[in-house]
T-cell receptor
Framework: QKEVEQNSGPLSVPEGAIASLNCTYSDRGSQSFFWYRQYSGKSPELIMFIYSNGDKEDGRFTAQLNKASQYVSLLIRDSQPSDSATYLC??????????FGAGTRLAVHP | DGGITQSPKYLFRKEGQNVTLSCEQNLNHDAMYWYRQDPGQGLRLIYYSQIVNDFQKGDIAEGYSVSREKKESFPLTVTSAQKNPTAFYLCASNPTSGTDTQYFGPGTRLTVL
């Protein structure tokens, strides 16, 4: 059974700080990794995807992938109260399927 | 506007009733998916379809049925055999051409009375 693990949180950070969200996965053969943001009562929206080891930056967001350690993370710089949401990590599971973690709830306080 | 639509936004069902949730996309995506989300939990795959007239069971297909008669449409029926159907239901699609990225509709919240 392929698994994706995330700390459920809540992760509480002050406004302006860096939020670090972590995810581990069990399938060593996974090639594609995704971060989705989900506001309460809403559907998930894609923030970033990453395929290669290392860092990928998009604005205030940086995704980091370490396939040897089976670890993917999302950094949010200059965190804002509007970043308060649940962040879902997803890993490609073959046949165009994604396996989702349970999500980490982030709370950014002024 | 291109996107994925789901209807209704809220649905109430009496025990013993079948209900059908609608999912439509105009993105010309080949693959479509149905997920269930319970409070504080991640997304669990119910059914998915990679091509018209073909679909496969996901991890929690029991008590659900689907059809894929058109590329744009992938309706989900929650049958009376589903014992605990109260949940948030999400439909997603994926172009399949070189990417695993999935895009989600706004969701349907189903409550059993």
């Amino acid at each position: 059974q392929k698994e994706v693990e995330q700390n459920s949180g809540p992760l509480s950070v002050p406004e302006g700080a860096i939020a670090s969200l972590n995810c581990t996965y069990s399938d060593r053969g996974s090639q594609s990794f995704f971060w989705y943001r989900q506001y309460s009562g809403k559907s998930p929206e894609l923030i970033m995807f990453i395929y290669s080891n290392g860092d990928k930056e998009d604005g205030r967001f940086t995704a980091q992938l370490n396939k040897a350690s089976q670890y993917v993370s999302l950094l949010i710089r200059d965190s804002q109260p509007s970043d308060s949401a649940t962040y879902l990590c997803a890993v490609a599971g073959g046949y165009n399927k994604l396996i989702f973690g349970a999500g980490t709830r982030l709370a950014v306080h002024p | 506007d291109g996107g994925i639509t789901q209807s209704p936004k809220y649905l109430f069902r009496k025990e013993g009733q079948n209900v059908t949730l609608s999912c439509e996309q105009n993105l010309n995506h080949d693959a479509m998916y149905w997920y269930r989300q319970d409070p504080g939990q991640g997304l669990r795959l119910i059914y998915y379809s990679q091509i018209v007239n073909d679909f496969q069971k996901g991890d929690i297909a029991e008590g659900y049925s689907v059809s894929r008669e058109k590329k744009e449409s992938f309706p989900l029926t929650v049958t009376s055999a589903q014992k605990n159907p109260t949940a948030f239901y999400l439909c997603a699609s994926n172009p399949t051409s070189g990417t695993d990225t999935q895009y989600f509709g706004p969701g349907t919240r189903l409550t059993v009375l």
